[in-house]
């Protein structure tokens, strides 16, 4: 589920909680450890049970969040090192293999609609619009596996890539797009890389769309998560430890 950012459609019920968890998560209103109740979240959101309990479940689902049997409540994850590598490994294995068909099935639109998007995402990068260079980033690579046009791969894809977020949420900083950034990293920056993989994919060029995916996750990992940090001591110790 990506959060509509230019249909104009409004959100559901259930997706306002799930986007909301999120976006505690990304100002860290929740840590790992912290346990969510049906009853609060409805109350803070003026909604009833049943829409916050199927975006809940919708969570628990994507691997976001945790449902310990024989408790209450839904519980943020523990977070470590070790699974951040294996989640973003799978991330290279599952994204590589989406650019390598979306090369294969794109249509003119959906090149189009790709290179939309990264040009959204440089304009939002510059003017340090955070939320919006998220939401834009979420979409961009939901974009490409549907381009892929492979359920089974998308099914599989789904819980990676938000477990993944929860990395990315924590300890991710974000850098807004200068000149100067883009002439110091050389291109490793998201707009960048995810530039190169549109370019790939519109020149039908399947090897290279994989190898462009993988190098932008192995760059996520290298340059923008930090794990030697104080927040990071704090995130991986979590609020139950």
């Known amino acids: 589920m990506t959060r509509p950012s230019s249909d104009g459609r409004p959100l559901q019920a259930y997706e306002v909680v799930f986007w909301h968890v999120l976006d505690q998560m990304a100002q860290e209103r929740l840590l790992p450890g912290d346990i969510l109740f049906e009853t609060t979240l409805g109350a803070e959101l003026e909604l009833s049970r049943t829409p916050v309990r199927n975006a809940l479940a919708r969570l ?10 024989g408790k209450r409540g839904y519980r943020v994850p523990d977070l470590s090192p070790g699974d951040m590598r294996e989640v973003f490994q799978m991330r290279e294995i599952l994204e590589s293999k989406a650019a390598f068909l979306a090369a294969e099935e794109a249509r003119k639109e959906d090149v189009d609609s790709l290179r939309a998007l990264n040009e959204k995402e440089r304009l939002f990068s510059r003017e340090e619009r955070k939320h919006d260079y998220y939401d834009i980033n979420v979409e961009f690579h939901f974009a490409i596996v549907r381009i892929a046009a492979n359920r089974y791969l998308e099914r599989a894809f789904r819980p990676v890539f938000w ?18 950034e883009e002439e110091r990293t050389r291109g490793h920056n998201t707009p960048d890389e995810h530039g190169r993989l549109v370019e790939a994919i519109a020149r039908r060029d399947p090897l290279g769309a994989a190898a462009a995916a993988r190098d932008h996750l192995a760059a996520t990992r290298a340059y923008r998560i930090s794990l030697v940090t104080e927040r990071a001591e704090v995130i991986f110790r979590g609020r139950s430890h």
Do not use: D, I, K
């Open 60 to 69: 628990v689902a994507e691997g976001v969040l945790e449902s310990p049997p």
């Open 163 to 180: 477990r993944s977020q929860l990395y990315v949420n924590y300890l991710a900083e974000f850098h807004p797009l200068t000149t100067e």
